[in-house]
């Protein structure tokens, strides 16, 4: 089950009662954001619950809908509206990890919740796009010496270039950046060129959120998890009388 934010719901009167006539989610059936519009089923008088289905008007297949606790029409009209709409079966959802706090650029920020948005949509070439804007973007603001070329692939073979000037330790650890940065590059090329046999589909828009999301925990993350760790580690040394 899911909870459907209340903000994402039609309310309307029903049966003595106000009850969500439409729903804006993430179907669970073909997870994809869709309308659903409800029917009322029953009403349990001890749980103060209403049993509702709801229509998804993009697959036709039929959600279970719970309200609770259920809100008569005086109710409402005292604004006593405190409630809770919970959906079967559960979509799909794949949740922000990074949050404003984390990240220090507000055009990376806006790009990374695009990813997701439009993941969660049902567009998976949007949100592979989304992704590599992302990837710019970290390039250009944390590696200044690559030039600013707007296409990934050139990022990416300039930002290896520089790595191998660097001491070997240095080099080491950049490599799997640099890799991370092919696989984007191939990712989000397939998914600007048409293809009328196949096309990038949610699987294939996953997998790249995921390496995307390495990326960004490993340079704007890591160091703060890693002086947690070290700060949890001190606090178990013995203090010195």
């Given at each position: 089950m899911q909870k459907v934010p209340f903000d994402?719901?039609?309310?309307?009167?029903?049966?003595?009662y106000v009850l969500p006539a439409s729903m804006d989610c993430v179907c669970g059936f073909c997870n994809t954001l869709a309308c659903l519009q409800t029917k009322y089923s029953s009403k349990d008088d001890q749980l103060e619950s209403i049993f509702m289905t709801g229509r998804c008007i993009h697959c036709g297949e039929t959600s279970k809908i719970w309200i609770f606790p259920f809100k008569t029409e005086q109710q409402w009209k005292d604004n006593n509206r405190e409630c809770e709409c919970w959906i079967y079966p559960k979509a799909e959802i794949r949740n922000y990890k990074f949050t404003e706090t984390d990240i220090n650029s507000e055009r990376i920020m806006r790009a990374y919740r695009e990813a997701i948005d439009t993941f969660n949509a049902g567009k998976p070439i949007s949100s592979i796009n989304s992704c590599g804007r992302v990837v710019e973007g970290i390039a250009k603001t944390n590696f200044p010496?690559?030039?600013?070329?707007?296409?990934?692939?050139k990022l990416f073979t300039k930002l290896k270039s520089e790595s191998e000037k660097l001491p070997e330790e240095f080099s080491n650890l950049l490599s799997p950046l640099s890799s991370l940065g092919e696989a984007l590059r191939i990712g989000r090329n397939t998914a600007g060129h048409?293809?009328?046999?196949?096309e990038p589909d949610k699987n294939l828009a996953s997998k790249?959120?995921?390496?995307?999301?390495?990326?960004?925990?490993?340079?704007?993350?890591?160091?703060?998890?890693?002086?947690?760790?070290?700060?949890?580690?001190?606090?178990l040394v013995p203090q010195e009388p």
């Amino acid at each position: 089950m899911q909870k459907v934010p209340f903000d994402k719901l039609i309310w309307e009167k029903r049966n003595g009662y106000v009850l969500p006539a439409s729903m804006d989610c993430v179907c669970g059936f073909c997870n994809t954001l869709a309308c659903l519009q409800t029917k009322y089923s029953s009403k349990d008088d001890q749980l103060e619950s209403i049993f509702m289905t709801g229509r998804c008007i993009h697959c036709g297949e039929t959600s279970k809908i719970w309200i609770f606790p259920f809100k008569t029409e005086q109710q409402w009209k005292d604004n006593n509206r405190e409630c809770e709409c919970w959906i079967y079966p559960k979509a799909e959802i794949r949740n922000y990890k990074f949050t404003e706090t984390d990240i220090n650029s507000e055009r990376i920020m806006r790009a990374y919740r695009e990813a997701i948005d439009t993941f969660n949509a049902g567009k998976p070439i949007s949100s592979i796009n989304s992704c590599g804007r992302v990837v710019e973007g970290i390039a250009k603001t944390n590696f200044p010496n690559i030039g600013n070329t707007n296409q990934i692939g050139k990022l990416f073979t300039k930002l290896k270039s520089e790595s191998e000037k660097l001491p070997e330790e240095f080099s080491n650890l950049l490599s799997p950046l640099s890799s991370l940065g092919e696989a984007l590059r191939i990712g989000r090329n397939t998914a600007g060129h048409f293809d009328f046999e196949k096309e990038p589909d949610k699987n294939l828009a996953s997998k790249i959120l995921d390496l995307t999301e390495f990326l960004m925990q490993y340079v704007y993350t890591l160091d703060g998890e890693a002086d947690k760790v070290e700060k949890l580690i001190l606090e178990l040394v013995p203090q010195e009388p």
